[in-house]
């Protein structure tokens, strides 16, 4: 019997086992039968597909797929991969050569990749390649450590191609599938899981199919996904890679071949249908219960009769009654008060009355009236008359006629005569500003008592419009009847008491309080805006305005600092400045001292030199660099003064070179007399000599060891130098400004442990400079000798001064020259 077709290429029979569906017969969960496209029957029916339908025709939905050959991003400056030809043109293929690479998804990626097949039991690997012969090779690794969650293998040397994953119980497993994968020939695989159900398809062809070990995808944090490779030394893939995803559904091989119908539900699908059976059918009794005991009480209501009533300020109305309030006429109606204005009907009054406002009423009555000097009162009604003499007489409306009434006693006012107001209707008077409201008054709902100077009178709300010219009962206005609203486009107008309100129409979102749009950008991210930005919705489009403590146009918001950032920082938040290495305070304005912070430990031979912003080890005295210049300083070798004549041993004492020093020794046997070579001629020991180049210095030999320095200057000598002594000519006014700019000297100061001299005159200064080594190791022991500097004394433009460290040798006087002298043998450390 001929082999099958291509689909089963390098399957012999005893390759097979159990569980492989090759070969028509009979199927249970996990063993499907294999037939001609379009001919299958499961027995459930075709509607369980659409239950489970990831796939709808060619198309895959976004969020369950996972294109890994483009999120990697592979391109040009991928090393060890390089984009080629692939089988068709809709897609990018790369290259894999059998050389050193590293293709691996950044944790970022990989966790994408893992947040949507973490827990899944059901996913497809879809690749189409090209493998090299004899290759062996992973196509795709997920792992973690020595943990295979999921590895697909293609091993040209067996011929087989290999599933390595690890079950719910944490186990390893492997499945092998005979086939030959690596024939330098293109190949479409699709390998389907669905729970414990698994699908091998190659060239569109069903291969294997199998129950197998349901795979535990519970990834943990630092999981790894590799391509074409398991890591940086195994099982590099050889070929070509194009197509390379994974679905996150069962028979995801639809997306590769369209042709291959999916007429059965998956293992998983069935237990999924049955559990949701299971579960609506529980659903269902509960309803059903919940249903028979509502209409149990919709039976016992149909049998009570219940009337609908209204309730006003504590009173309660029954259906259709009316009532009188204020200056309105109300019914209550369906359970909803409605009411109208108060229609007062006309009066024809008697003679000597008029219509008035009566307390407590609405409409005008007839009340009687009187007539005095001109003026009608209605009865009741007072008015105060002033004599002649200023005496106050208070008259008062009865029976038609005004009479005079006995004034009332006037209280005690408490405030002064020019702030004392007079009253029409009474003798005493008034402070101005007198709260009359709280004496009384007859506004009613929705008109408020106001005070003036001499009388309180009612206003009406905002909102409501007076029913009478008194104000004392108000109505409400109808903004939205009467067209005194603001609402625009997209809104409906709503009348409420005193005001109004603008309601969206249906399918509109608001944008303030009188304007809807249908579509609002800040929600759904439709705008331009900074990220710090405020986005404000309009109709039509929308504003961006920079948050507090950024600056500029909305879409474009810079952080502001108030203060700036000095010293090279970064504005990065409102008053946040990101400050450079070495610096660091609110502006970045404080140098990070790394010497004395302890950041920094410098080598031995070398101190810590604290430099703006960074930090410098330099090699002490004694001690040079080797040219390595290391930044710790361990790169600071010793100086040999001896080897290279930097000291100042006498002539009859022997130089020994120490670590970061010399020593200056008197042989064995030898008496040394202390003379000094100073200029190529012997000084003896004591001897005391001006200088030929400067009759301004003096030097003198002491032990073996030259020491030079100014001349004392005593300006009470009357044979002093004045032109060693310029400060002790009275005709000149020589003196050196401190840079503080509050003190001055004639001559000589001290600050700081620093020395300044005017040496040549208001407008001249010279500076001080060692022979002999300076260090801060050598002992009291070791001689200097001061010279005047070599160098040109420097003219100073203004008047000012030269400071200059002081020498290094502790007990060193620069004015007097006396220092400690040891023994000719004694270390000059």
């Known amino acids: ?333 369906n359970g909803t008060v ?154 409906m107008c709503v009348n409420t008491p005193g005001s109004f309100m603008c309601v969206c129409k249906t399918g509109y979102i608001r944008i303030d309080d009188y304007s809807c749009t249908e579509h609002d950008e800040c929600i759904t991210n439709q705008h331009n805006c900074d990220e710090n930005a405020l986005c404000f919705n309009t109709v039509g489009g929308h504003n961006c305005v920079c948050k507090p403590g950024y600056t500029g146009n909305g879409t474009i918001c810079k952080a502001f600092c108030k203060d700036g950032c000095r010293n090279g920082g970064a504005c990065i938040a409102s008053n946040v400045c990101a400050c450079p290495q070495g610096f660091t305070g609110p502006s970045c304005e404080t140098d990070i001292d790394e010497c004395s912070d302890g950041f920094v430990q410098c080598d031995s031979r070398a101190n810590c030199v604290n430099l703006p912003g960074w930090y410098h080890c330099e090699c002490r005295d004694g001690y040079h660099d080797n040219g390595m210049f290391s930044p710790s300083g361990e790169s600071c070798e010793d100086i040999d003064e001896c080897g290279t004549g930097r000291h100042s041993c006498a002539n009859d004492t022997v130089c020994f070179n120490l670590d970061g020093g010399y020593d200056c020794r008197c042989p064995h046997g030898k008496n040394c007399t202390g003379d000094c070579i100073h200029e190529g001629k012997v000084k003896h020991n004591g001897q005391i000599w001006v200088l030929e180049n400067d009759r301004c210095s003096v030097c003198s030999c002491q032990n073996g060891y030259v020491m030079c320095r100014r001349m004392v200057c005593d300006c009470q000598n009357p044979t002093v130098d004045l032109f060693c002594c310029p400060e002790c000519d009275p005709r000149l006014s020589s003196q050196c400004l401190h840079q503080s700019g509050e003190l001055s000297y004639n001559s000589v100061l001290s600050s700081s442990c620093q020395k300044c001299k005017l040496t040549a005159g208001p407008y001249h200064a010279q500076r001080w400079t060692v022979n002999s080594v300076s260090s801060p190791r050598t002992s009291a022991a070791h001689a200097a000798s001061l010279t005047p500097a070599k160098q040109t004394p420097f003219a100073m433009t203004s008047l000012k001064h030269v400071w200059m460290k002081p020498m290094s040798f502790a007990s060193l006087d620069l004015l007097g020259l006396s220092m400690a002298q040891s023994a000719p043998s004694a270390s000059a450390r």
């Open 1 to 333: 019997m001929p082999d099958p077709p291509g689909e089963y290429r390098g399957v012999r029979p005893a390759e097979l086992r159990s569980g492989d569906a090759l070969v028509p017969g009979s199927r249970r969960c996990g063993e499907r039968r294999r037939g001609r496209r379009g001919s299958g029957s499961c027995g459930v029916g075709g509607w369980v597909t659409a239950l489970s339908g990831s796939v709808s025709g060619f198309g895959v939905d976004p969020s369950l797929q996972i294109d890994v050959l483009s999120e990697l991003q592979l391109g040009g400056s991928t090393e060890g991969v390089r984009q080629v030809p692939g089988l068709h043109n809709g897609s990018k293929a790369f290259l894999f050569p059998d050389t050193s690479r590293s293709v691996k998804a950044s944790p970022e990626t990989a966790e994408i990749f893992f947040q949507k097949l973490r827990n899944k039991c059901e996913f497809t690997i879809l690749v189409t390649l090209k493998q090299a012969r004899l290759n062996s090779g992973v196509i795709l690794s997920i792992h973690h450590l020595d943990h295979r969650y999921l590895e697909l293998e293609s091993s040209g040397h067996r011929n087989e191609i290999r599933l390595h994953y690890r079950s719910g119980s944490h186990r390893s497993h492997t499945e092998v599938f005979p086939y030959i994968l690596a024939d330098d020939k293109w190949h479409r695989l699709s390998l389907a899981i669905s729970a414990s159900h698994l699908i091998l398809h190659v060239d569109c062809n069903k291969i294997y199919e199998r129950v197998v070990e349901k795979p535990f995808m519970d990834l943990p944090l630092g999981t790894t996904f590799w391509l074409g490779q398991r890591n940086t030394a195994h099982g590099y893939f050889k070929g070509i890679m194009q197509d390379v995803q994974l679905l996150v559904m069962p028979q995801g091989f639809i997306s590769q071949c369209p042709d291959l119908n999916r007429t059965c539900p998956t293992c998983n699908d069935f237990h999924g249908l049955v559990q949701k059976i299971m579960e609506l059918q529980d659903i269902l009794a509960k309803t059903s219960a919940k249903l028979s005991q509502a209409e149990q009480r919709m039976n016992k209501l149909d049998q009570c009769y219940c009337e609908r009533t209204c309730t006003v300020k504590g009173t309660t109305y029954r259906e259709f009654e009316s009532w009188t309030d204020g200056c309105k006429n109300c019914t209550c109606m």
């Open 338 to 491: 409605q009411c109208e204005a108060l229609i007062c009907p006309l009066a024809d009054c008697p003679l000597n009355s008029a219509l008035a406002y009566v307390d407590g009423k609405c409409c005008k009555e007839c009340q009687s009236v009187c007539v005095f000097e001109g003026r009608t009162y209605f009865e009741g009604q007072r008015e105060t008359v002033y004599s002649s003499s200023g005496d106050c007489v208070l008259f008062e409306c009865k029976d038609h006629k005004m009479q005079r009434i006995p004034k009332d006693s006037c209280a005690a006012l408490n405030c002064p005569e020019s702030q004392q107001i007079p009253l029409s209707h009474s003798c005493c008077k008034i402070c101005r500003g007198h709260d009359f409201c709280t004496e009384g008054h007859n506004c009613m709902e929705h008109s408020v008592c106001r005070n003036l100077e001499d009388r309180a009178v009612c206003s009406c709300r905002d909102g409501f419009r007076a029913l009478r010219e008194d104000n004392a009962y108000c109505e409400d206005i109808d903004e939205c009847a009467e067209g005194r609203h603001y609402c625009r486009e997209n809104t």
